[in-house]
């Protein structure tokens, strides 16, 4: 039965992988700027009275000294922009909310948030952030520190992602895995100068503002569904430096509460991200590929423990398969419960990931199957054919 175990070892080697060569990028500085500019926290929001609250507590507690907060009401129902107007400016200079108006053609929704919140804004640095994020009081000091040790024009930070429900804990990995695949050294492959390489989380994305000017702003990304991706290639081909931070004690999202968003979230944009990622030339190879890996991985080895424990438990023999396929679920389950706990998430439901891993699947198809065809936030959007972009 060795020869079973071998074909098991690439699982072995995905474990060692995650834990001996993926790296996290550097944690933010521990103290402020030598120089604190003044910062313009830029919120696109639609629809998000269930976050926009929070995150204003948050922002406005920050103890950096010179900041305004502006809130594009991006035409929200549920009295987002009332809640925003209602909320005390605490230690920030103003906040401003802006009523959005309606999407010019050829825009999408976010882009010409994030636009209508450049132009009032007035701080020397422009940080747009996410309605879902969270602010720890530093988070603003340490992030201006980073882009003065690290000489950068851009600073982008990756977060702890929030995860109550079941949920969120089961799938959010399953998803988060892809990136940490394509992107397993964020900080060496930026510093590549490589722009397709390029990576940002559009959840926290602070540029210079004469960098932002340069490349265009949002306007040079208004028909993008991946805009922060897009965002973060167009700075590093103009040359401006990028520097990616890890701030997971100061700064934290919830993206999705529930199955349902989820689903809807992921399939808006993980199909097109990962064509944007690699040359035309392997972008027909992506969607197949990512499949039978997908399901070769996580899915052949549990179906096939199953149907080898039939003999088995009926009093035969399961043969090799039993062998192959009882230990590349075990190496399996223990990958899974180091990165489910990495994640932030309870290792147990690593335990569960066949599960999270057909719900991956069935959004990746989902994204696939939509192609040009994208639902966000009651509107929808025929994106450009990015199969078509250098």
């Given amino acids: 039965m060795l020869l079973p175990i071998l074909l098991s070892l690439p699982w072995l080697a995905l474990l060692v992988f995650l834990v001996l060569v993926v790296r996290p990028p550097r944690e933010l500085p521990a103290g402020p700027p030598a120089r604190a500019p003044g ?42 922009g009332a809640l925003a107007r209602a909320h005390p400016r605490g230690n920030a200079r103003r906040i401003t909310v802006v009523d959005g108006v309606e999407l010019p053609e050829g825009w999408l929704g976010k882009p010409w948030a994030c636009r209508q919140g450049a132009r009032v804004a007035t701080g020397e640095l422009l940080l747009f952030t996410d309605a879902d994020t969270v602010h720890g009081p530093d988070l603003l000091a ?27 804990r089961l799938v959010q990995p399953q998803v ?74 100061a700064f934290a999202t919830r993206m999705y509460r529930s199955l349902g968003e989820l689903v809807a979230g992921w399939s808006k944009n993980i199909f097109i991200a990962g064509l944007l990622t690699v040359p035309p030339a392997l972008r027909g190879f992506i969607a197949p590929t990512s499949v039978l890996v997908g399901g070769g991985l996580w899915l052949a080895p549990p179906l096939s423990l199953l149907l080898a424990l039939v003999p088995a438990l009926s009093g035969g023999d399961g043969g090799a398969l039993l062998w192959w396929s009882g230990s590349a679920v075990l190496w399996s389950l223990i990958f899974w ?28 198809l989902r994204s696939w199957r939509r192609g040009r065809n994208v639902e966000w936030k009651g509107r929808a959007y025929v994106v450009k054919d990015v199969a078509r972009l250098p």
């Fill in 337 to 364: 419960v180091t990165f489910t706990a990495r994640m932030g998430a309870p290792f147990y439901y690593g335990l569960l990931y066949p599960l999270g891993a057909s719900v991956g699947m069935h959004i990746f």
């Fill in 176 to 249: 988060f895995l892809t990136m940490v695949f394509r992107f397993y050294d964020a900080e060496k492959t930026i510093r590549s100068g490589r722009w397709r390489d390029a990576i940002a989380n559009g959840q926290f994305l602070m540029f210079k503002r004469a960098t932002y000017q340069a490349i265009g702003g949002h306007d040079s990304v208004k028909d993008e569904v991946v805009e922060d991706l897009m965002l973060a290639q167009g700075v590093m081909k103009a040359g401006h430096r990028m520097s990616i931070r890890l701030g997971e004690t």
């Fill in 39 to 80: 910062v313009s926290v830029i919120v696109p929001a639609r629809n998000e009275a269930v976050n926009v609250e929070t995150l204003l507590a948050s922002v406005t507690a920050s103890r950096y000294p010179d900041f305004e907060v502006v809130v594009v009401d991006d035409r929200s129902e549920d009295g987002t």
């Fill in 142 to 168: 340490r992030s201006v520190a980073a882009m003065e040790e690290d000489e950068a024009d851009v600073v982008t930070v990756v977060g702890r992602q929030l995860m109550a429900s079941f949920w969120e």
